[in-house]
């Protein structure tokens, strides 16, 4: 079993929409997580860290159920520019410099 | 735009070449990372650093070395590049003090294709 899980998609939704993806882990001592961003063949860029009281950046919502180890993000209004891979990452419990990705959900927006 | 750099950008090679891709950072970053991802996976851990004279290996088992000489400088080697190694190279970087707990910045990779 992989150590994070995601639907791989692709969710594919309309300009302004709301999407939501989920993630799994399975080390329940895990401490930190993150969601990140990949545009095709780009680089991973942080898209928000994800607190345990659930956090909040503009139209993405974050939110950690530490009980069920999972994680989601919540885009709202969604525009063709949120076209991309998202990426679940959790920190390594006995490193905490080491992030272990997801697959990643694609998501692709259409007009 | 985080200041981190990876030559070559593409490589194509034969088998049994020895080649290195370099990393470099310009955030003084005490920390740094090398990634592989094959299309559609999941990026996995081959190489780190804590600092200058510093390198750990990764959770992903690989035939590649790695020297951290300067703080900013952290490249990878192939003695003997074969088929097996062709895939993408993700170099990043972090900092304690940085803007997001644990935040890494990576540079734009570097696709092997070994012949």
């Known amino acids: 079993r992989k150590e994070v899980e995601q639907d791989p998609g692709p969710f594919n939704v309309p300009e302004g929409a709301t999407v939501a993806f989920n993630c799994t882990y399975s080390?329940?001592?895990?401490?930190?997580f993150f969601w990140y961003r990949q545009d095709c063949r780009k680089e991973p860029k942080l898209l928000m860290s994800?607190?345990?009281s659930g956090n909040e950046d503009g139209r993405f919502t974050a939110q950690l159920n530490r009980a069920s180890q999972y994680i989601s993000l919540l885009i709202r209004d969604s525009k063709l520019s949120d076209s991309a891979t998202y990426l679940c990452?959790?920190?390594?419990?006995?490193?905490?410099?080491?992030?272990?990705f997801g697959t990643g959900t694609r998501l692709q927006v259409f007009p | 735009e985080a200041d981190i750099y990876q030559t070559p950008r593409y490589l194509v090679i034969g088998t049994g070449k020895k080649i290195t891709l370099e990393c470099s950072q310009t955030?003084?970053?005490?920390?740094m990372y090398w990634y592989q991802q094959d299309p559609g996976m999941e990026l996995h851990l081959i190489h780190y650093?804590?600092?200058?004279?510093?390198?750990e290996k990764g959770d992903l088992s690989s035939e590649s070395t790695v020297s951290r000489i300067r703080t900013e400088h952290f490249p990878l080697t192939l003695e003997s590049a074969r088929p097996s190694h062709t895939s993408q190279y993700l170099c990043?970087?972090?900092?304690?003090?940085?803007?997001?707990?644990?935040?890494?910045?990576f540079g734009p990779g570097t696709r092997l294709t070994v012949l």
């Open positions: 994800v607190y345990s």
């Open positions: 650093s804590y600092g200058v004279n510093s390198t």
């Open positions: 080390n329940s001592a895990s401490q930190s």
């Open positions: 955030m003084g970053h005490d920390k």
């Open positions: 990452v959790v920190a390594s419990f006995y490193n905490t410099d080491k992030l272990i």
């Open positions: 990043a970087s972090s900092d304690l003090a940085g803007s997001a707990y644990n935040e890494q910045f």
